[in-house]
């Protein structure tokens, strides 16, 4: 399995305020925990096209974006989201490194891609950032792979433990991406309710009870989420992996532990694997216990590249 792996230092440039979850630190967890990961091919991010974040935002959105980005301290945008200096560069890059992996996996020049950036993007929506997120990342992937590649089905699948309402609402009119949501709900941003199904039956919200375990996800996806990714039969797979449900998580009240995430990561390939060639392409979200972030992360690449030893 060749997997990519990309990241790029203008993320630990992205500052949030002392205390902030969504922190510099995150970074170096996630780095040290794939350092020592043979056979990861490393890239680094490049900066995005303004062209492929016009597909999902308008351009107030990027005007406003870049316009917000402060020449020195930090500026708050709403009560979580905030840039620093260095933060515009870093929500281009983890949009450009989407944008790439997807352009590596669909010309076979790879089978599966890891994006280790920040900040994460799944609560940006159209004109909003929120939620620790400046633009919509995993979005900004899968229309790139209609509009640049053809593609006719992308699914995403969004597992971080918060629903993923910016990708809902950036893809809600997209028939030809299937977004599927699997969060704790009551939990912010408060959206991601069963009934909220897009505009095309394109959406999927799978709310889970507050305190519910690995076993109980594993039973929700195994009724829910892979039937229907198998009867849509995707021509490439995205993933917002985030690893806040895991049982450490001080944001979150899940109980999933890493050997969930190898779980949720191989069920996913190997439908990736039935569809389409092994395609995955799968971008960090949140994840704020240090150590249990370390440790789901090394989990779900391990798995990625197939050699996952537990
Ligand atoms: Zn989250």
Redesign the pocket.
Known sequence: MRTLLFTHDDCLNHVTPEGHAEQVARMHAVRDALAPLDGLIRQEAPDVADEAILRVHPQSHLDAITGAAPASGIVQLDPDTFMSPGSLSAARRAAGAMVAAVDQVLTDQADRAFIAMRP?G??AEKTTPM??CLFGTVAIGAAHALAAHGLDRVAIVDF???HGNGTQDLIWDEERVLFISS?QMPL?PGTGAANETGAHGNVMNLPLPTGSDGAHMRRVYERDVLPALDAFAPQLILISA?F??HAR?P??QLNWDESDYVWVTEALCALADKHCAGRVVSTL????DLDALWASTAAHVKSLMGTTDD
């Not at 979200?285 to 704020?288: F, V």
Request: hydrophobic share 25%.
């Open positions: 994460p799944h609560h939620g620790f971080d433990v918060h969060h912010y985030g806040d449900a998580d944001l979150a979200e949140g994840g704020y």
